[in-house]
């Protein structure tokens, strides 16, 4: 998969490197209690060493082939992260996560970092099914795959532990035969 994808003018995806794990860190502080809410991981992200930890195994896997890891960004500015939880070539199944900077949120920006990722999942590493996976009370997260036409595939009951409390996920999917790239022109 290409390192950048082009979207607008205003708006790229880059695989972040090791190297850019200050500006990672920092947008993930600033934005504490707002990814707090639906993201596990906040709490353990306490130092720029600890986002470079977590970007150098990013990076490996883009390397490798085997999971990508986009850094959103929007006027130049990082605003998020999108990315694949890996690529089962066997049987052709990725998901998809992603998180924006409270400050880059309700602009479409995600959705339209969303169909572009699955685009190039059915195009350029010839994946048969994308899910996504959004907890059943995050109404913001969820509007994506449903203004993309995915399919709500169910929810998994008690499927993630999030700092206190389990939340249910709800699970989104498309097939690359039923994905029209033509929704990247109606962005």
């Known amino acids: 998969m290409n390192p950048t994808i082009s979207i607008s003018p205003t708006l790229s995806l880059r695989v972040l490197r090791p190297q850019e794990a ?24 306490r130092s720029p060493a600890d986002s470079r930890q977590f970007l150098e195994m990013s990076h490996g896997a883009f390397q490798k082939g085997t999971g990508i890891n986009y850094g959103i960004r929007v006027n130049g500015n990082l605003a998020g992260l999108i990315g694949f939880h ?28 969303v169909a572009h990722c699955i685009d190039a999942a059915f195009k350029e590493e010839n994946m048969n ?25 169910g929810t998994q009951r008690q499927a993630e532990y999030l700092y206190d409390h389990f939340v249910d996920l709800d699970v989104y999917s498309v097939l690359a035969e039923e994905w029209d790239s033509s929704i990247l022109g109606r962005l």
Not at 31 to 38: G, P, T, Y
Not at 92 to 105: A, I, N, P
Not at 132 to 150: M, T
């Open 129 to 153: 099914r994308l899910y996504i996976r959004c907890a059943v009370e995050n109404a913001r997260s969820s509007r994506i795959p449903q203004k993309l036409g995915l399919t709500h595939e």
């Open 86 to 113: 890996g690529f089962d070539r066997v049987h052709r199944v990725t998901s998809l996560g992603y998180w924006l900077g409270k400050e880059f949120c309700g602009n479409g920006t995600m959705c339209m970092a």
């Open 22 to 45: 200050g500006t990672l860190y920092h947008l993930v502080d600033r934005n504490r209690e707002h990814l707090r809410e639906w993201l596990p991981w906040v709490d353990t992200t």
